[in-house]
């Protein structure tokens, strides 16, 4: 098993002069980015091995020279999204408990005015070569700590191992056929595991990485063709709204990419078909993963049939249903394997395992050709007299309507029959769609029991600091 | 409009909600006298779509006590005249 340094330090010493890092006009060679790598991490060597060091940096090549300077130091680094909101700031630095808060120059209004025990704050400009002794990270290691987005309940603390990062990017590089012909666009977050996977990945195999620190449609395109970029990896909105909103640009930029990946679980159909019809010879893959077991699966859009799968597990992953909570093949998703978290940070919750199967709290089934489906969460799920009806098939007929920018299913408590249907509805701009043309529709398109009895028309939901809607603020 | 040309409006569009709610049904099966245990498929989940269509589509609210007494077309269009 490698550490994350060894990504690194392999692939300068088989292509010291290959550009590894490019970030607006700044480009960096293997063996340059190596350089100041262990420089910075000079600097980290005066911190105890396995001390956390924080990150509140926008995707730019000075995170990603701190990051690695951090795993070369020994330290742990707890990386913080940009977008994060204070009381959620606070929360995970009261809990990771950092040795050192670094920002960058932009980002550092944010850390300066939070609470800290035994810590000091510096911007990355701040940090100077020291001389210092080298120190070697092992397998067992924790490397970075993530906070869960906070979909479902308060963000918890997942670390993860050294080897555990090795074993998910060695099975992305295999899955995906990733080499170090490779030019990868990232416009992603790389405090968020999708993005970090991504620069691992790029690093592990000696490929170009190209920085997107703004993930509008047409800076994405033209860097595509400026690059010559081969593989791009981005949100389901953002190809969505690339797909619809500037096809002919797209035609023309994505057509030679020999790989689009993306992260959901629910990536629209129509994207997909629109994206597949693009690519001359390349592929478009997704994978269904929490932060605390990363890519566990992986779909490649091969066939029309399994448009609404996220694939078969990935290598040395076992996932199964357990039909508990629900019935018919459908239930509870459990993984096993290298991929998934130990415990959650200091143990402050306990992890939901069982004989080292982790329950994910989501639904889903295997089809007959053993690829894997995703329904909804366990916790979503709304109880109707006793049938279990997951929220996302209310929510994926209602979608089909025009004027409807998102909707929500949540349960609503009901003295006849337990819970019934509530729906929050977000109408798209100058819509004039009511809620009797979404109950008609309902009552023709749903089983009876599936039809909202409320709907609430809202202006936005509530959200986490990652975009992803708070469900459980929704319900009573 | 004239009052006559409201009362056939609201008679129309709760006809019309009867219909969405009970996709089999036929216009010679329909009759506004006709009551819930004369419709096969009527039963509690139906009759929480009745109401909720109804609610939404005049902006209204019934209690408890409507919602138990609504068992035919008739009674549906009563309480909702009531409420207008």
Same mark, same amino acid.
């Given at each position: 098993?490698?550490?994350?340094?060894?990504?690194?330090? +392999?692939?300068?010493?088989?292509?010291?002069?290959?550009?590894?890092?490019?970030?607006?006009?700044? *480009?960096?060679?293997?063996?340059?980015?190596?350089?100041?790598?262990?420089?910075?991490?000079?600097?980290?060597?005066?911190?105890?091995?396995?001390?956390?060091?924080?990150?509140?940096?926008?995707?730019?090549?000075?995170?990603?020279?701190?990051?690695?300077?951090?795993?070369?130091?020994?330290?742990?680094?707890?990386?913080?999204?940009?977008?994060?909101?204070?009381?959620?700031l606070?929360?995970?630095?009261?809990?990771?408990?950092?040795?050192?808060?670094?920002?960058?120059?932009?980002?550092?209004?944010?850390?300066?005015?939070?609470?800290?025990?035994?810590?000091?704050?510096?911007?990355?400009?701040?940090?100077?070569?020291?001389?210092s002794?080298?120190?070697?990270?092992?397998?067992?290691?924790?490397?970075?700590?993530?906070?869960?987005?906070?979909?479902?309940?308060?963000?918890?603390?997942?670390?993860?191992?050294?080897?555990?990062?090795?074993?998910?990017? *060695?099975?992305?590089?295999?899955?995906?056929?990733? #080499?170090e012909?490779?030019?990868?666009?990232?416009?992603?977050?790389?405090?968020?595991?999708?993005?970090?996977?991504?620069?691992?990945?790029?690093?592990y195999?000696?490929?170009?990485?190209v &920085?997107?620190?703004?993930?509008?449609?047409?800076?994405?395109?033209? #860097?595509? *063709?400026?690059h010559?970029?081969?593989?791009?990896?981005?949100?389901?909105?953002?190809?969505?709204?690339?797909?619809?909103?500037?096809? +002919?640009?797209?035609?023309n930029?994505?057509?030679?990419?020999? &790989?689009?990946?993306?992260? #959901?679980?629910?990536?629209?159909?129509?994207?997909?078909?629109?994206?597949?019809?693009m690519?001359?010879?390349?592929?478009?893959?997704?994978?269904?993963?929490l932060?605390?077991?990363s890519?566990?699966?992986?779909?490649?859009?091969? +066939?029309?049939?399994?448009?609404?799968?996220?694939?078969?597990?990935?290598?040395?992953?076992?996932?199964?249903?357990?039909?508990k909570?629900?019935? +018919?093949?459908?239930?509870?998703?459990?993984?096993?394997?290298?991929?998934v978290?130990?415990?959650?940070?200091?143990?402050?919750?306990?992890?939901?395992?069982?004989?080292?199967w982790?329950?994910?709290?989501?639904?889903?089934?295997?089809?007959?050709?053993?690829?894997?489906?995703? &329904?909804?969460?366990?916790?979503?799920?709304?109880?109707?007299?006793?049938?279990?009806?997951?929220?996302?098939?209310?929510?994926?007929?209602?979608?089909?309507?025009?004027?409807?920018?998102?909707?929500?299913?949540?349960?609503?408590?009901? *003295? #006849?029959?337990?819970?019934?249907?509530?729906?929050?509805?977000?109408?798209?701009?100058?819509?004039?769609?009511?809620?009797?043309?979404?109950?008609?529709?309902?009552?023709?398109?749903?089983?009876?029991?599936?039809?909202?009895?409320?709907?609430?028309?809202?202006?936005?939901?509530?959200?986490?600091?990652?975009?992803?809607?708070?469900?459980?603020?929704?319900?009573? | 409009?004239?009052?006559?040309?409201?009362?056939?409006?609201?008679?129309?569009?709760?006809?019309?909600?009867?219909?969405?709610?009970?996709?089999?049904?036929?216009?010679?099966?329909?009759?506004?006298?006709?009551?819930?245990?004369?419709?096969?498929?009527?039963?509690?989940?139906?009759?929480?779509?009745?109401?909720?269509?109804?609610?939404?589509?005049?902006?209204?609210?019934?209690?408890?006590?409507?919602?138990?007494?609504?068992?035919?077309?008739?009674?549906?269009?009563?309480?909702?005249?009531?409420?207008?």
């Amino acid at each position: 098993m490698n550490t994350i340094d060894r990504f690194l330090t +392999d692939s300068s010493k088989a292509n010291p002069e290959k550009i590894a890092l490019i970030d607006d006009d700044s *480009k960096f060679t293997f063996s340059e980015l190596e350089e100041k790598v262990i420089k910075f991490s000079s600097f980290l060597n005066q911190f105890e091995e396995k001390s956390v060091i924080s990150l509140l940096f926008e995707n730019t090549s000075e995170f990603v020279i701190s990051y690695l300077g951090i795993i070369n130091s020994g330290c742990v680094a707890h990386l913080i999204p940009t977008g994060i909101s204070q009381s959620n700031l606070q929360h995970q630095i009261s809990s990771a408990q950092p040795k050192l808060v670094l920002s960058s120059e932009s980002y550092f209004y944010r850390i300066k005015d939070i609470e800290l025990k035994n810590s000091e704050k510096l911007k990355f400009s701040d940090v100077k070569e020291l001389s210092s002794k080298y120190k070697t990270p092992l397998p067992t290691d924790y490397a970075y700590l993530i906070y869960t987005s906070g979909t479902t309940s308060t963000p918890k603390g997942v670390p993860i191992t050294h080897s555990s990062c090795d074993f998910s990017t *060695k099975n992305i590089t295999k899955t995906l056929h990733y #080499s170090e012909n490779d030019i990868d666009l990232l416009p992603l977050q790389m405090s968020h595991s999708f993005g970090l996977g991504c620069l691992h990945t790029s690093l592990y195999v000696g490929s170009t990485l190209v &920085l997107q620190k703004n993930p509008k449609p047409m800076d994405i395109l033209e #860097s595509i *063709k400026k690059h010559n970029v081969t593989t791009l990896a981005a949100i389901p909105s953002t190809l969505s709204n690339i797909v619809s909103n500037y096809y +002919d640009d797209s035609l023309n930029s994505l057509s030679n990419l020999r &790989l689009i990946i993306t992260n #959901s679980t629910f990536f629209p159909s129509e994207t997909i078909r629109k994206l597949r019809g693009m690519l001359k010879t390349g592929i478009v893959a997704t994978y269904y993963g929490l932060t605390e077991a990363s890519r566990s699966t992986f779909m490649i859009f091969n +066939d029309d049939n399994k448009i609404e799968s996220v694939g078969k597990p990935s290598d040395g992953i076992e996932i199964k249903i357990d039909t508990k909570i629900k019935n +018919d093949h459908i239930g509870e998703i459990w993984i096993r394997g290298p991929n998934v978290l130990d415990n959650y940070w200091k143990k402050e919750y306990s992890e939901n395992k069982s004989n080292d199967w982790l329950k994910t709290g989501d639904i889903g089934k295997f089809d007959d050709d053993g690829f894997l489906y995703i &329904l909804g969460r366990v916790d979503d799920l709304i109880n109707i007299s006793g049938e279990k009806v997951y929220p996302q098939e209310i929510e994926r007929i209602v979608k089909v309507l025009s004027g409807i920018d998102e909707v929500v299913a949540v349960p609503m408590k009901h *003295k #006849s029959f337990g819970e019934v249907v509530k729906l929050f509805v977000k109408k798209s701009v100058d819509s004039e769609i009511n809620a009797s043309d979404i109950l008609s529709y309902c009552i023709k398109n749903l089983e009876r029991f599936k039809v909202p009895a409320k709907i609430e028309f809202v202006e936005d939901f509530p959200r986490t600091d990652y975009g992803k809607i708070k469900r459980f603020m929704l319900k009573e | 409009m004239n009052s006559d040309g409201l009362k056939l409006n609201l008679d129309d569009d709760v006809k019309k909600i009867f219909f969405e709610t009970f996709p089999l049904l036929t216009e010679s099966d329909f009759d506004w006298e006709k009551t819930q245990n004369n419709y096969e498929d009527w039963d509690s989940f139906a009759q929480l779509n009745l109401i909720t269509l109804t609610e939404a589509k005049f902006e209204i609210n019934f209690s408890d006590d409507e919602i138990t007494s609504i068992n035919s077309a008739k009674s549906l269009l009563e309480i909702t005249k009531s409420k207008l």
